[in-house]
């Protein structure tokens, strides 16, 4: 049989390693024996270098700000960030997102002078930005550009962070976009695993593990952010970090004129909440169907990193199972081949309690058998020391990573004032360092036994049960099933009162003059539309397709839609309904009829007469929009056109495939169509994104349609 060509250095190579050392002569070629080389564990290494620490220029403006100023010319670039004593620890419990959503639109809302588009496109035009954010337990606002701009963007940052104008269409983008990604939220296996890890260990309801929902986002409205804001964004509640290629004297004098006129004061801000969960022991499984394998956490509350017990504890955990030499990796992994990943980890964070946590993934079938290794090895840990090789490793491993994290004067500058944020001293670093060289095996043992409790550990499946080789009942705990479902969205109805009512009729009254008069539209029977719709299938991909619409007023509905894959064709007669593909005829389910219930409750000319229908309620929502709902609950506000009078937009909750979001329906070219005005143009976003455009063909009106029209199967 032929050698495969690309088989042969391999077994040249191994041919090589069988031929006895030779003499050196001209043109000759030494081999040696690979035995003979020295093992990897041979290798000495010089210390690793004394991180250096920045001394920076240190001031306090007299409006309270605390700054610190250092300088870096190695690139021509300056960059800042603002820490704002804040977060989502802070969130109402009713308005779950607030912090979130503040820090969002305080950027993408742009401030007082300038929208927030027009910031975007000054900035990206000198290839500088000015971002914000506000986490869990701190805000921030940043900038970086090209040191020739500095100024320019000083100015840009300064009145993001002083006069933000959280303008009211990007509140609805960035809660749409929320609203989206709660839809999506159970998705990812990995990300469920994390949110209800946290969510049982923190408590469910106590800021550190509730999550955020539909009616969270709902009562959320702009005059809770610029309540947020004020509460939270004051000079003496700020501490300003500028690094890059400036003098430091030059950029104190900058800042300080910047600053000059912003004098705002607020009370000192309280502490962040206390953590108050217990411990809460037991099998918590997630059923997912859709994977095959599960993802697994298993652990309990830590500390914070001035427990003077973290540095044993993160060598501890790093003994267990962090690195491929370590014990859970070496087993779970290399040896018996059961988890895909797996990882330990003494997660402290810097003023409450993190977590003590393992987590990985693994084979569905071994689910059970992993997760008993665990809690073996945690035990074995408990019950005897570790080798001194296991603590040499260890010790090393972590003060090796460690210095990652100060390897540029900006990330050690950064770590500066966070340690003055929360209150650490400048030479935590040091300590730290000190401390984890100072570890030995019995604090080790020590700590494992005093801080890990087999007893009260939170174990966390998500998988398929049916697909776990053994039932997690074999590990002698109660095991709970975890509940997934999203509570659906509730929209908010409008304020009613007899001025609201009154306003909301002008409105209506001024579209219907403007479509073509009210008699006009009630005489309208059957509408029958064609149109080419560009629907978008993912990022950057879209579909085509050609759509016919039937409407037989007031309640019966037919559509016909050319897909690339086939037809589809839906047809709904008020009550009941089908639809017709390529595989057969099936009934209308109830979600596709509350969908179909909707489109023909938003009929536009129907919509138009509401105020003519008993059934329905007419509200004004602001200056231009008026707020429609029925007694089935269908909801939509529309928005009308200063100028013109027409309606410019249609808001409602809709979506599809069980992804609840806002829609909206930007109306455009309104042509004359039998007397009556109609759009030819339609641009719709759901959840903040771009989902279809529906360029009409052919509009008719009144074609005598008849119900058999409708009904009439492919």
């Known amino acids: 049989m032929k050698t495969p060509a690309f088989a042969l250095p391999c077994l040249l190579a191994g041919f090589a390693l069988t031929l006895p050392a030779q003499t050196p002569s001209s043109g000759s070629v030494v081999v040696r024996d690979v035995h003979a080389l020295p093992s990897w564990t041979s290798l000495k290494f010089p210390p690793l270098k004394e991180i250096p620490i920045p001394h920076p220029l240190t001031f306090t403006l007299p409006n309270g700000m605390d700054v610190y100023l250092l300088e870096d010319h190695e690139l021509p670039l300056v960059s800042g960030t603002a820490l704002v004593r804040t977060g989502n620890l802070f969130d109402p419990p009713d308005k779950r997102g607030l912090a979130e959503l503040t820090g969002t639109v305080m950027r993408t809302g742009g401030t007082k002078a300038k929208s927030g588009d027009d910031l975007d496109v000054q900035l990206e ?4 930005s000015v971002e914000t954010q506000i986490g869990e337990s701190s805000g921030r606002a940043s900038f970086s550009c090209l040191r020739e701009n500095a100024d320019e963007v000083l100015a840009a940052f300064h009145d993001v962070l002083t006069e933000p104008a959280f303008r009211e269409d990007k509140l609805d983008l960035a809660e749409s976009q929320i609203r989206s990604a709660i839809a999506r939220r159970n998705d990812d296996a990995g990300g469920i695993l994390r949110r209800e890890f946290e969510s049982i260990l923190y408590g469910r309801n106590t800021p550190y593990g509730w999550e955020i929902e539909y009616a969270d986002i709902d009562n959320i409205h702009r005059d809770d952010l610029v309540g947020f804001y004020k509460r939270y964004f004051f000079p003496a509640n700020i501490r300003l970090a500028v690094y890059g290629d400036f003098s430091a004297p030059e950029m104190k004098a900058k800042l300080e004129k910047l600053f000059d006129g912003w004098n705002y004061r607020q009370p000192p801000v309280p502490p962040f909440p206390p953590v108050t969960a217990k411990p809460a022991p037991g099998v918590y499984v997630a059923t997912k169907t859709d994977v095959t394998q599960t993802f697994f956490a298993v652990g309990e509350l830590g500390g914070t990193l001035k427990d003077k017990d973290f540095p044993a504890l993160q060598v501890a955990a790093d003994i267990l199972g962090s690195g491929f030499t370590s014990r859970l990796v070496y087993l779970v992994r290399t040896k018996l081949g059961y988890a895909y990943s797996i990882n330990a980890a003494w997660a402290a964070q810097y003023d409450h309690p993190g977590t003590f946590e393992i987590s990985g ?3 569905s079938e071994t689910t059970e058998e992993t997760l008993r290794i665990i809690r073996e090895e945690i035990e074995k840990m408990r019950t005897a020391e570790v080798s001194p090789e296991e603590l040499r490793t260890a010790k090393d491993r972590v003060l090796n990573s460690f210095v990652f994290f ?3 004067p900006s990330k050690t500058l950064n770590r500066l004032v966070l340690y003055d944020y929360f209150g650490y001293p400048k030479d935590f670093i040091f300590e730290y360092q000190k401390a984890i060289g100072a570890v030995t095996r019995a604090d080790v043992l020590r700590v494992a036994r005093q801080y890990w409790h087999p007893a009260e550990l939170t174990l966390v499946a998500v998988g398929n049960p049916k697909e776990f080789g053994t039932p997690l009942t074999a590990l002698n705990l109660p095991v709970k099933p975890i509940d997934l479902t999203i509570p659906e969205p509730k929209q908010a109805a409008a304020k009613v009162d007899a001025q609201s009512v009154a306003k909301g009729r002008e409105l209506l009254g001024r579209v219907q003059k403007t479509l073509g ?7 309208i029977k059957d509408t029958d ?4 719709v560009t629907l978008q299938t993912g990022p950057g991909g879209v579909m085509k397709a050609k759509q016919r619409n039937l409407f037989l007023l007031p309640g019966s509905f037919r559509q016909e839609q050319q897909l690339p894959f086939g037809k589809l064709t839906a047809y709904y007669d ?6 017709a593909s390529m595989q057969g005829i099936t009934p209308m389910s109830t ?3 509350h969908q179909v219930q909707g489109e023909i409750f938003r009929n536009l000319f129907v919509l138009a007469l509401s105020d003519r229908d008993p059934s329905r309620t007419v509200s004004a929502v602001g200056d231009g929009a008026v707020e429609i709902s029925d007694k089935a609950g269908n909801r939509v506000k529309l928005v009308i056109d200063e100028k013109t009078g027409l309606p410019a937009k249609e808001v409602y909750q809709g979506g599809s495939m069980g992804s609840p979001a806002v829609v909206e329906e930007t109306l455009s070219d309104w042509r004359d169509v039998s007397g009556v005005k109609v759009p030819y143009k339609m641009a719709i976003e759901q959840g903040g994104h771009k989902a279809a ?9 009144n074609t005598g349609l008849k119900p058999e029209d409708l009904s009439k199967k492919p």
């Open 517 to 523: 008069g009210a008699d006009k539209l009630a005489s």
């Open 529 to 532: 539309w064609s149109a080419d």
């Open 361 to 363: 993934s693994t084979k």
């Open 591 to 593: 979600p596709v009829i």
């Open 125 to 128: 035009n000198i290839a500088a």
């Open 574 to 579: 008020g009550k009941t309904g089908w639809i």
């Open 406 to 408: 100060f390897d540029r």
């Open 693 to 701: 455009d529906v360029m009409v063909t052919d509009y008719k009106l």
